[in-house]
C-alpha cells in the first residue's frame, strides 16, 4: 500500500486531522487505528468544550474550536449533540481569584466573553452548588459540552467522502526511515509506503515518537468518570460546574449527572479498569461544595486515559530531527476540545502553509529547551 500521509490514531484528533487534509484535497490520507475510531481516550472524555484558559495559545485554540464545533453540522452533516450551557469554575481561595481575574481579562482580550461572578449568581446558574465559603466564580456562556463519539464518527464519515481511508483494527508495528527521512510505516496489515507520519496516539503517542527516533514526552494517566441516576428538576441550561480547588466537576448527562474529579493517589500507566479507592475523596468534595449529590445513585462509569505532558500543556509541531514526522499529542485532559482547531493547524503545517495561529511554544523541544509553558485551568 502507498500513502501521502499516514496518521496513527483514530480519535478525535486523529480523524480530525484526517478529515481537515481529504477536505483540503489531500490524496491519500491513511488513518491507521488499532482498534475502532474514538476507542481509546476519546469515547472517555467528559466532552467538555471551552475557551476558558490561561494561556493564550489555549485560549485561541479553544475559541476557534468552538466555532468549528458550531457549525459541524452544516460542514459535516452530524449532529454532535452541542449544548453550549457555559463553564463555571468556582473559586474558593484569593489566589485562584487573582489568577483567575488574570485569565478573564486575558481571555477577554481575545474575544472570549467570561467573567468573574459573585457566588449568589453562579448558585442560581448550577443550584446543585452550595457557596459557603465561596469567593468567586468564573463564568463563560459560549463554552459547553458535546459528545466525543459523535464528533470523530462525524469526522470518520466526512473524511471517507473526501476520500481518506480508515483503516480499523491495524496496529503500527514501526516506522521506516532512509537516515532522516520517513520511507514508510509497517502495520499489523502490511506496509505502507509514505514520506509523511502524523503521530495522533494519545496517550500512546510515546512510543510511536520512538518508532521515528522522536521523543514525546507523554504519559498516561487513569482518570475516572461516573454517571448517575435522573436528577428530578435538572436545569436543562445547567452549566459544566467545576470546583477547581477540588476539581470535583460535573454537567448533566441524560436525565442524570457526568461526575468526575482528578486523583492525587493514581499513578501513571495504562490501567483503565474502574475502582472505589478515589470515592471517598469524591464525596468529600461532594460534601463541600456540592451535598445535592451525595443522594444520588450511581448508574454507572468508567475510565480512560489522560495523556501528561511535563507541563500539562500540548505537543503540536513538526519533529527536527527526522523529515516529516508531524505531532499532536500531549493535550492533558483538553484534546477533545482542542480538535477541530488542530486539526487546522496540522494540515496547513503538512501544506506548508501558515496556521492561523503560531503553534512553536508548543514543540517538542521546549523541554530540551527548558523552555516549558503551563496551563493553570486544568480538570
Given at each position: 500500500?502507498?500513502?501521502?500521509?499516514?496518521?496513527?490514531?483514530?480519535?478525535?484528533?486523529?480523524?480530525?486531522?484526517?478529515?481537515?487534509?481529504?477536505?483540503?484535497?489531500?490524496?491519500?490520507?491513511?488513518?491507521?487505528?488499532?482498534?475502532?475510531?474514538?476507542?481509546?481516550?476519546?469515547?472517555?472524555?467528559?466532552?467538555?468544550?471551552?475557551?476558558?484558559?490561561?494561556?493564550?495559545?489555549?485560549?485561541?485554540?479553544?475559541?476557534?474550536?468552538?466555532?468549528?464545533?458550531?457549525?459541524?453540522?452544516q460542514d459535516t452533516g452530524h449532529d454532535i449533540g452541542l449544548r453550549r450551557v457555559g463553564y463555571l469554575f468556582l473559586l474558593s481561595t484569593p489566589e485562584d481569584v487573582t489568577s483567575f481575574e488574570?485569565?478573564?481579562?486575558?481571555?477577554n482580550s481575545l474575544g472570549v466573553p467570561s467573567r468573574i461572578i459573585a457566588p449568589e449568581e453562579a448558585r442560581r446558574l448550577s443550584p446543585l452548588i452550595s457557596t459557603d465559603g465561596l469567593l468567586?466564580?468564573?463564568?463563560?456562556?459560549?463554552?459547553?459540552?458535546?459528545?466525543?463519539?459523535?464528533?470523530?464518527?462525524?469526522?470518520?464519515?466526512?473524511?471517507?467522502?473526501?476520500?481518506?481511508?480508515?483503516?480499523?483494527?491495524?496496529?503500527?508495528?514501526?516506522?521506516?526511515?532512509?537516515?532522516?527521512?520517513?520511507?514508510?510505516?509497517?502495520?499489523?496489515?502490511?506496509?505502507?509506503?509514505?514520506?509523511?507520519?502524523?503521530?495522533?496516539?494519545?496517550?500512546?503517542?510515546?512510543?510511536?515518537?520512538?518508532?521515528?527516533?522522536?521523543?514525546?514526552?507523554?504519559?498516561?494517566?487513569?482518570?475516572?468518570?461516573?454517571?448517575?441516576?435522573?436528577?428530578?428538576?435538572?436545569?436543562?441550561?445547567?452549566?459544566?460546574?467545576?470546583?477547581?480547588?477540588?476539581?470535583?466537576?460535573?454537567?448533566?448527562?441524560?436525565?442524570?449527572?457526568?461526575?468526575?474529579?482528578?486523583?492525587?493517589?493514581?499513578?501513571?500507566?495504562?490501567?483503565?479498569?474502574?475502582?472505589?479507592?478515589?470515592?471517598?475523596?469524591?464525596?468529600?468534595?461532594?460534601?463541600?461544595?456540592?451535598?445535592?449529590?451525595?443522594?444520588?445513585?450511581?448508574?454507572?462509569?468508567?475510565?480512560?486515559?489522560?495523556?501528561?505532558?511535563?507541563?500539562?500543556?500540548?505537543?503540536?509541531?513538526?519533529?527536527?530531527?527526522?523529515?516529516?514526522?508531524?505531532?499532536?499529542?500531549?493535550?492533558?485532559?483538553?484534546?477533545?476540545?482542542?480538535?477541530?482547531?488542530?486539526?487546522?493547524?496540522?494540515?496547513?503545517?503538512?501544506?506548508?502553509?501558515?496556521?492561523?495561529?503560531?503553534?512553536?511554544?508548543?514543540?517538542?523541544?521546549?523541554?530540551?529547551?527548558?523552555?516549558?509553558?503551563?496551563?493553570?485551568?486544568?480538570?
Amino acid at each position: 500500500m502507498q500513502a501521502g500521509v499516514v496518521i496513527v490514531g483514530g480519535g478525535v484528533i486523529g480523524t480530525s486531522i484526517a478529515w481537515h487534509l481529504a477536505r483540503a484535497g489531500v490524496r491519500d490520507v491513511v488513518l491507521v487505528e488499532r482498534d475502532e475510531p474514538a476507542a481509546g481516550s476519546t469515547s472517555k472524555a467528559a466532552g467538555g468544550v471551552r475557551a476558558q484558559f490561561s494561556d493564550e495559545l489555549n485560549i485561541q485554540l479553544g475559541a476557534r474550536s468552538l466555532e468549528a464545533f458550531a457549525r459541524f453540522e452544516q460542514d459535516t452533516g452530524h449532529d454532535i449533540g452541542l449544548r453550549r450551557v457555559g463553564y463555571l469554575f468556582l473559586l474558593s481561595t484569593p489566589e485562584d481569584v487573582t489568577s483567575f481575574e488574570a485569565g478573564v481579562r486575558l481571555q477577554n482580550s481575545l474575544g472570549v466573553p467570561s467573567r468573574i461572578i459573585a457566588p449568589e449568581e453562579a448558585r442560581r446558574l448550577s443550584p446543585l452548588i452550595s457557596t459557603d465559603g465561596l469567593l468567586a466564580a468564573a463564568w463563560s456562556p459560549d463554552d459547553g459540552h458535546c459528545t466525543p463519539e459523535a464528533v470523530v464518527h462525524g469526522y470518520v464519515l466526512a473524511a471517507r467522502a473526501h476520500g481518506a481511508r480508515i483503516l480499523r483494527h491495524t496496529e503500527v508495528t514501526g516506522i521506516e526511515r532512509h537516515g532522516d527521512t520517513i520511507t514508510a510505516v509497517t502495520t499489523s496489515l502490511g506496509r505502507i509506503a509514505t514520506g509523511t507520519v502524523i503521530c495522533a496516539a494519545g496517550a500512546w503517542s510515546r512510543a510511536v515518537g520512538a518508532m521515528a527516533g522522536v521523543d514525546l514526552p507523554v504519559q498516561p494517566l487513569r482518570r475516572q468518570i461516573a454517571v448517575t441516576e435522573a436528577v428530578p428538576g435538572l436545569p436543562p441550561t445547567l452549566p459544566m460546574t467545576i470546583d477547581f480547588t477540588t476539581s470535583l466537576y460535573f454537567h448533566a448527562e441524560g436525565p442524570g449527572l457526568l461526575v468526575g474529579m482528578s486523583d492525587p493517589d493514581e499513578t501513571p500507566g495504562f490501567a483503565t479498569d474502574t475502582h472505589d479507592r478515589w470515592i471517598p475523596r469524591l464525596t468529600e468534595a461532594m460534601e463541600r461544595r456540592a451535598p445535592a449529590l451525595l443522594d444520588l445513585r450511581r448508574t454507572g462509569g468508567w475510565a480512560g486515559l489522560y495523556e501528561n505532558t511535563p507541563d500539562h500543556n500540548a505537543l503540536i509541531g513538526e519533529a527536527s530531527s527526522v523529515s516529516r514526522f508531524l505531532y499532536a499529542t500531549g493535550f492533558s485532559g483538553h484534546g477533545f476540545l482542542q480538535a477541530p482547531a488542530v486539526g487546522e493547524v496540522i494540515r496547513d503545517l503538512y501544506l506548508g502553509r501558515t496556521p492561523f495561529l503560531d503553534v512553536r511554544p508548543l514543540s517538542a523541544d521546549r523541554f530540551a529547551a527548558d523552555a516549558p509553558r503551563p496551563e493553570g485551568n486544568l480538570v
